[in-house]
């Protein structure tokens, strides 16, 4: 059984400090097998919000993955958009903008669906690209045969019929059969400010809200925590209550031969 912290849309730049602190303790007193943080660490990608975010993590348990979302890149900074779009994350927070951990009976494999631009006015948009499934499937591949197989990304993979909107990550229907062959069990993703969880192509997937920000979307500040083993996966949305963490929903998936399917799906807890 392996347990999950996992975190998102921190927006460093418009959070709030006493949120900040009570996150660091609830995720300590999970004692998580790994913690996954899916993107939007900073508002603006200044360099002070990325040095406040990357002083965050460091108070995080290990193992932890992190990959950038669009709000991690300048934004009305030409230059810096389209020239270094990176640079203040591999200063602050890590050389690498794609990486993976893996565990005893785990690999978490990190996804940039972050662009520059796009062909469509919305740059917040996201995307994945033939090469980076290939780099999941190659990384998947190779994990030992009943490790869970998981996938970070900020952009979503799963909408819900409010979030339809929204729009998938860009090229989401191309790779999610691919994905499925590569045995992922989690995708877990942010971008919506939303908790959510459901399955698509046999995959279960995870959407966490803004965990400290205050650029909340109807949803009080939350975060997932994740219990997962090799027969069922189970999601509690953490939500703030204004005092405290505490579960305020929950999502159940159980693995058959067709892959993950709901259990007892969507029950609210009182
Ligand atoms: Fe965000
Ligand atoms: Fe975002």
């Not at 406040?52 to 958009?81: K, S």
């Not at 997932?224 to 027969?231: G, L, M, P, Y």
């Not at 996966?233 to 405290?244: K, S, Y």
């Amino acid at each position: 059984m392996m347990r999950i912290a996992h975190i998102s849309d921190l927006h460093f730049g418009t959070h709030l400090p006493r949120l900040a602190e009570a996150l660091s303790t609830e995720i300590h007193r999970m004692d998580p097998t790994l913690v996954a943080l899916s993107g939007d660490l900073t508002q603006h990608a200044r360099a002070r919000e990325f040095a406040a975010a990357a002083e965050f993590i460091r108070m995080l348990p290990e193992p932890l993955l992190v990959v950038p979302g669009n709000h991690d890149l300048p934004g009305w900074r030409p230059w810096r958009r389209f020239i270094h779009p990176w640079r203040a994350w591999r200063r602050h927070i890590s050389e690498e903008l794609e990486s993976s951990v893996s565990g005893e009976d785990f690999i978490a494999i990190g996804v940039k669906t972050a662009r520059r631009w796009g062909l469509h006015l919305d740059w917040s948009r996201g995307r994945i690209n033939l090469n980076q499934l290939g780099r999941v499937v190659r990384l998947a591949s190779a994990a030992k045969p009943d490790a869970m197989r998981i996938l970070v990304a900020h952009h979503p993979f799963l909408l819900s019929d409010a979030m339809r909107r929204r729009g998938l990550v860009g090229r989401a229907q191309d790779v999610l059969g691919g994905l499925r062959s590569a045995r992922i069990d989690l995708i877990l993703g942010g971008h919506l400010h939303q908790s959510d969880a459901g399955t698509t192509h046999g995959i279960v997937v995870a959407q966490a809200g803004t965990a400290i920000s205050r650029r909340r979307k109807g949803e009080p500040n939350a975060f997932n925590r994740i219990e997962a083993s090799r027969q069922r996966i189970r999601i509690d949305a953490m939500r703030w209550d204004g005092t405290r963490f505490s579960v305020a929903q929950r999502w159940e998936f159980e693995r058959t031969t067709m892959g993950w399917t709901p259990g007892r799906s969507g029950s609210s807890l009182p």
